[in-house]
């Protein structure tokens, strides 16, 4: 593989968020103090009490007249996705639902495309393996947030109602910003995705075949040519081959190549199926690590000197399907905070051993016979 294309480049200010507690309060206050708009790009919007003071925040950011756009996705939001349209578009907020389920018409009125019923039946049947995954957050077109976390409880420590998923997020402020609401304003359009200049120095997105191609290309030249360490952080680890070989790559360069993997799942079957994968990467000298505290959803790759994070898995579902998005920061002060949070979560998890990995399972080779959609 060639040397990673393009080198990161500096965010104006950039700082990492893991408590889910804070990252929406800090949200909350900044749709509060939004002053022209709010773009907010998110899967799952839940109808829960989180959802509740987001549905407030921002009816209450448009009835002031700043121009909120939501837009979420069809399957994620199922099946309170109608409803909570329906909610914040009486209150000014401008909706939209990607390919919205047929089991769910009355989210067809709130449709990303134009047309009939029967239009919209079957652009979700030709569409139905591809989610809008992305995870965004734009105020006043010069900050944003990007990360795992949905506007769901779950996200939320146990001390405040939630069921503490283990998420990572970062904030960002600087010229990169206006990708990320450029590319929010193609999506919400409707309109074919255009590469920006910038498109691989900052973001990653994939909403066309060929960013998805040099997103992809990007991440697996950048995990095989890393010079001193690939740290992966990861909620459903199902690698393409070409991450695979990546991966064993920079094992043999003499990298630290370290994976930190959940031990139990929301989808309970990918653990086993990402068991599939250990055994070859031990054996190259990567080390696994299990978590085991809670449900692990963050996603993040930690290369060298910067780090790639968002919204994107390690599996054929992101790198293949879904609509993603992840930044790329090298700010050294923000790199050295996620060393010191993966380092954290690794002490308190399992690490694995070779001579102790049970084999794979009937079940799980199942599972494996059907990555491509996973």
Known sequence: MSSSPVRPQKWQHSHLLTDGGVFYEELLDAIGGAETSVDFEYYIFSNDALGDRFVSALTSAA????QVRVLIDGIGSAPSGPEIASRLNRGGVDVKIYHPAPWLSAGYRWSLV???WLYKFFLFALNINRRNHRKLCVVDGSKAWVGSLNISAEHLPAAAGGAGWRDYAVALRGEGVHFLQRGFEMQWLSRPARLQRGFLAQHLSNRSRRARRLKNRFVTSSVATARSRV???NAYFAPTARLRRALLRACRAGADVRLLLPESSDVRFFPSLSNHY??????????IFLYRANVLH??????????????????YRSTLHDLELDVVVDDAVTVVKLEAVIAGDCATAEELEQERLPPPTLGSWFWYALRYWM
């Open 63 to 66: 009835q002031r007249g700043v």
């Open 114 to 116: 134009r047309g009939d």
């Open 231 to 233: 740290w992966v952080v």
């Open 278 to 287: 250990y055994s070859e990467l031990l054996r190259a000298g990567a080390r």
């Open 298 to 315: 963050a996603k993040a790759l930690l290369i060298d000197d910067f780090f790639i994070l968002g919204s994107s898995n390690l599996n």
